[in-house]
């Protein structure tokens, strides 16, 4: 691990890195154990990423948990994921407050039950101080969701009277999305060998570099996210430039 970790130029850490956690379900099946295990074995390697990004200073990290279309799933598993926010929270505070994360939630929170809404509201007030590493949580998240709610709270600062048309450009759009001023994303990686976005963070990976692995969720490890950043640095970013 550390000679991985030594070849990493730390003045060229990607500021905004953003993972699609793909694979519990097919690492469960692997050792016979049900979809769920899965699920669990996965908060294993969310505190993996989270000790990485910190100790390499990443300004802002968004793990994709839960998107609008998982509600597709057996209720059984969906009921068991709507569980682990909590088991995150009890297993994972005390890290968090000593690696200074904070924590923001990004979906369509209101749509969630109370129970979850308070924890989400506990974890944010709880972690508001921290300065490290800002985590976006995107449970109950879809990049076509966020865009349409965007542009529906700017109609109706327009119909307000509180903005003008004129004012809506690209830049402002970006930063009305839930990502903030962390609107671009400098590094996308999606384990599990699939190749697709699914519904993840459509305006903000406009120019991000693409990382695909095959490893399954739970088996990535803060090493993997060592080489994911070290193969990041040895990439030609352009941005439409020479
Ligand atoms: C990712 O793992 C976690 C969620 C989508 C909630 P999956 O549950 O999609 O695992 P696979 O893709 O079926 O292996
Ligand atoms: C994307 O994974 C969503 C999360 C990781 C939370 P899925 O497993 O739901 O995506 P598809 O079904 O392969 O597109
Ligand atoms: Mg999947």
Known sequence: MEEILEKIDRSRIPKHVAIIMDGNGRWAKNLLLPRTAGHKKGVDAVEEVLEAASILGVEALTLYA???ENWKRPTEE?????????LFYTRLID?????????K????????PNTMQKLIADFESKTEKNTGLLLYLAFNYGARSEITATVKKISQAVLDGELAI????????????YTGENVNVDFLIRTSGELRMSNFLLWQIAY???????KLWPDFSKNDFY???????????????L
């Not at 890290?95 to 924590?103: A, E, G, V, Y």
């Not at 991000?208 to 095959?214: A, I, P």
């Open 166 to 177: 004129s004012e809506i450009d690209e830049a402002f759009f970006g930063t009305q999305l």
């Open 208 to 214: 991000s570099e693409l990382y695909f692995t095959d």
């Open 78 to 86: 969906v009921s068991y994921i709507f569980k682990l926010p909590k």
């Open 105 to 112: 939630w990004i979906g369509e929170i209101t749509k969630l």
């Open 95 to 103: 890290k968090l407050m000593l690696w200074n994360i904070k924590i």
């Open 66 to 68: 839960f998107s609008t």
């Open 227 to 241: 080489h994911a950043i070290f193969d990041y640095q040895q990439r030609n970013i352009r941005k439409g430039g």
